[in-house]
C-alpha cells in the first residue's frame, strides 16, 4: 500500500520522536512538535508510539490513501474529509474504498497528525524517520511532501491487524468507517489566551525583578517569524540585572531564551543544540503540546511552578497514555 500526494499543502513532514542522542555531535533532536498527538494518533492504530506519521501545519494537503488502510487524525483541526463529509478525529478510520482525504480550514490548533497502520516506509537516519529540513535528511528524501509523491505504507503489526478485523465488521456501504469512541479532550481549546507553565532555568535569578513581575503577568504575541526551531515572543522586554557575558551552553526543548532585544524564544523541536542567551525559564513538558498548536499572533502567558510540579504533571499524563493503550487492547467498536 502507498500514500500519493495530489497536493503538498503548506507544510507536510513525517516526524516520530526525534533523533535523541546525538546532539553531542551537533544534530539536532527534531522530531514532531505535538509530540503527545502525535504518540495518540499512533496509539489509535495499533502502532508503535514512535512510528513516523504526518505533520501537517496550518494549511493540509490532499492525499489519495488506498482500501483497506486503517488510519487516525489526533491534533489540531484542519477540517479534513473525504467526499465533503467530515472524517472524525481522535479515533481509528477504516476506508472501504479508494479515497482521497483533503484538509480544508484550519478551525482550531495549528498542527495534525495522520498515523497510517503499519507507519511509512521510510530509511531511519541516527535512528529516527523524523525529517531535519536545514539539514535536507530523514523523514521523505529529507524535505516536506510535493505534488506527486509516492509514500510506501510499512508493514502492519497484529495490533493494527486486530483493530481492522474488528472495523471490517461495521456495516455500511460509505467510504469510510470509524469507532463510536473517542479520545476527549485530545487538544487543547482555543482561548483569548494560552496559560504556559514553566520552571526557573539557570539564569533565571539574572533577571532584573521588574522584569520578572512583566515575564508573569504580561500577554505575549507569537511572532510571525516564529518556526519549528522556536517560537519568537512580543510583548513586554525583558532585562537583566547588569550586562552579562556567556559561554554558549546546552538548550533543548522548551527553554525560553532571553536575547539582547528582550523578547523570549521559546526553543522547540528544531532548536540548536547549544545557545548563548540567558534562560529565564523552562517550558513543562506537558505544555509544550499548547505551544505546538498556537499560530502567529495568539496570545500566552505564563505561570510559574516548580520542577517537582512539573514532574508531577507529566507522570500524570504518561499514566493516561498507559490507560490508553490498555484499553485499546479492550475494547469492543
Not at 68 to 86: A, D, E, M, V, Y
Not at 169 to 195: C, H, L, P, R
Not at 251 to 276: E, F, R, Y
Request: aromatic share 8%; glycine share 10%; hydrophobic share 35%.
Amino acid at each position: 500500500m502507498n500514500i500519493s500526494v495530489i497536493s503538498p499543502g503548506l507544510l507536510t513532514t513525517i516526524q516520530d520522536l526525534g533523533r535523541h542522542g546525538y546532539q553531542k555531535y551537533g544534530v539536532i533532536v527534531s522530531g514532531a512538535m505535538d509530540a503527545y498527538a502525535m504518540r495518540l494518533s499512533n496509539i489509535l492504530v495499533g502502532n508503535r508510539e514512535n512510528e513516523g506519521v504526518l505533520e501537517i501545519t496550518l494549511l493540509g494537503p490532499s492525499l489519495k490513501l488506498k482500501k483497506g488502510t486503517l488510519f487516525s487524525i489526533t491534533g489540531g483541526n484542519l477540517s479534513p474529509t473525504i467526499k465533503g463529509k467530515n472524517i472524525p478525529r481522535g479515533r481509528p478510520v477504516y476506508l472501504n474504498k479508494d479515497c482521497i482525504i483533503r484538509f480544508g480550514e484550519c478551525k482550531a490548533g495549528c498542527r495534525c497528525y495522520l498515523a497510517v497502520a503499519g507507519g511509512f516506509d521510510v530509511p531511519k537516519i541516527m535512528e529516527s524517520k523524523s525529517t531535519y529540513l536545514r539539514a535536507g535528511f530523514g523523514g521523505f528524501k529529507g524535505r516536506a511532501l510535493k505534488k506527486d509523491d509516492i509514500i510506501r505504507i510499512g508493514v502492519k503489526g497484529s495490533d493494527s491487524a486486530e483493530i481492522i478485523k474488528k472495523m471490517e465488521d461495521i456495516k455500511g456501504k460509505s467510504n469510510f468507517v470509524a469507532t463510536s469512541w473517542y479520545i476527549k479532550n485530545f487538544m487543547m481549546q482555543n482561548t483569548e489566551k494560552t496559560v504556559i507553565r514553566v520552571f526557573e532555568d539557570r539564569q533565571y535569578n539574572k533577571i532584573s525583578e521588574q522584569s520578572i513581575n512583566k515575564f508573569f503577568s504580561s500577554k505575549f504575541n507569537i511572532d510571525t517569524r516564529s518556526d519549528r526551531m522556536g517560537y519568537r515572543l512580543s510583548g513586554e522586554k525583558i532585562e537583566l540585572k547588569e550586562k552579562l557575558e556567556m559561554i554558549s551552553e546546552e538548550v533543548s526543548l522548551g527553554t525560553i531564551q532571553i536575547p539582547p532585544d528582550g523578547n523570549p524564544i521559546i526553543l522547540l523541536a528544531d532548536a540548536q543544540t547549544v545557545g548563548g542567551y540567558p534562560k529565564i525559564a523552562h517550558v513543562a513538558q506537558v505544555d509544550i503540546q499548547k505551544i505546538a498548536q498556537l499560530k502567529p499572533n495568539d496570545k500566552i502567558v505564563f505561570e510559574k511552578i516548580t520542577l517537582k510540579e512539573a514532574e508531577r504533571l507529566y507522570f500524570e499524563r504518561e499514566k493516561d497514555i498507559v490507560k490508553l493503550k490498555n484499553s485499546m487492547k479492550l475494547i469492543t467498536i
